[in-house]
């Protein structure tokens, strides 16, 4: 429901000044100087009108406590609660849970409190849920290892989808209950907690305890990382479009030498390194609107354990130059990293320059020269498996 907009509400806001931090990007890494002596720093995400803010700011003292509020409305509210208490330690930002990283320095809190979020309950809308992984994710980057994060909703289906959220982001689940007032109230509640705990609705509440991240397959951390396309192995039923793809460049059908056809396809497709498994080779397709725009193909663990080899990677001809290549393989350092790998390496023919300069430009570098497996020459290039850019 939308809150009803306050009367004389930039008034009310200035007479919680004290509280209200206006450009909190300035506060970044120095939120320790509002209270030096603080054991620890908890951080709420969509506080509401404050009733569970200023609870636990009071019933923590000791504990530097910075509230995150998109509606002013709401806020206003929320501080004016905590200025009557006359708590110091509490503060407010007028920002989005979206922008975290940009108000907080990284391990600069300790504790963070997820409280009735919107459920966005439709599928398309999933990636805006607060619990959502890339969501779980973003929050890494200012908690501290080992820090917590405190979730409660009375809405169901959130909970059951959240659980499966927090360990795919790297949080060690406990506390795990659907019925946290089953016994009697427990904890400090909100506003809105109190209402539905009353009418009978159970609610939901877990901890997640930050810890190291989780290998996420290759194929998943690049469609994380790019979800504009489909992207999928190939099956038989794809063969006939990835044909088509492999025709429209006619450069590199040149370089190849080979007349194409389906059953040569089928070969290279089937085709593995020296001493592989099956299970280490990956030919995908990155589809958008249905059509192929290109394909790749890899194997993990090879020609050592922690390396990912590419063995092709090739733009429909019609968007060659366009920077689609450079889009979809930037994406591939951090997949790889995520995956468990250290660094990625390919072979480059010779009398390829063109290729030669685009995967210098994504910052692989000559490591030695080889020679293919049909004999003809090729540099041998490498760059680092990395985190992504924060």
């Known amino acids: 429901m939308r809150m009803r907009k306050k009367k004389n509400l930039d008034t009310r806001m200035e007479a919680c000044a004290a509280l209200w931090v206006k450009d909190p990007m300035q506060m970044r890494g120095r939120w320790r100087e509002k209270k030096p002596d603080a054991q620890r720093l908890r ?33 206003v509210i929320a501080m004016e609660r905590c200025r009557e208490l006359g708590l110091t330690n509490v503060f407010f930002i007028d920002g989005d849970a979206a922008a975290l990283d940009h108000y907080f320095a990284p391990d600069e809190v300790d504790l963070l409190y997820i409280n009735f979020c919107d459920p966005w309950p439709s599928v398309k809308h999933a990636r805006r849920r607060l619990t959502a992984e890339p969501f779980l994710r973003g929050y890494r980057k200012v908690l501290r290892d080992g820090g ?58 877990c901890v997640g305890t930050k810890v190291e991240l ?33 025709q429209s460049a006619p450069d590199y059908l040149a370089l190849d030498g080979r007349r194409p056809d389906l059953d040569r396809l089928r070969e290279d497709l089937a085709a593995l390194p020296p001493r592989c498994a099956r299970s280490q080779k990956h030919d995908v397709v990155f589809w958008r609107d249905g059509k192929p725009e290109a394909v790749l193909d ?11 080899w590419i063995g092709l990677f090739l733009v429909d ?44 430009a994504l910052g692989f570098q000559d490591l030695r020269d080889g020679q293919s497996a049909d004999g003809k020459a090729v540099w041998i290039l490498e760059r680092l498996a990395a985190k992504d850019e924060k």
Request: aromatic content about 10%.
């Open 298 to 308: 890899w194997v993990e663990g090879y020609p050592r354990e922690q390396t990912l």
């Open 43 to 75: 951080l709420e995400l969509g506080c509401g009108k404050g009733r569970f803010t200023a609870e636990t700011a009071a019933a923590h003292r000791s504990d530097l406590y910075v509230a995150v509020e998109r509606v002013p409305d709401a806020m």
């Open 214 to 246: 989780p290998d996420v397959p290759v194929l998943e951390g690049l469609r994380r990382r790019l979800p504009e396309w489909d992207i999928r192995e190939v099956q038989e039923e794809d063969l006939e479009a990835v044909f088509t793809l492999l």
């Open 148 to 205: 917590r994060i405190e979730f409660k909703t009375d809405n169901h289906d959130l909970f059951e989808w959240s659980l499966f959220q927090f360990p795919k982001a790297g949080y060690e689940l406990s506390e795990v209950t659907r019925d946290l007032h089953a016994n009697g109230v427990q904890g400090i509640m909100t506003d809105y907690e109190e209402k539905f705990h009353s009418l009978g609705t159970p609610i939901n509440r």
């Open 317 to 360: 001809g019609s968007l060659q130059g366009k920077g689609l290549g450079k889009r979809l393989m930037s994406a591939l350092p951090g997949a790889a990293y995520d995956g468990g790998m250290d660094r990625i390496r390919l072979a480059c023919r010779k009398d390829n320059e063109a290729g030669h300069r685009f995967w210098g």
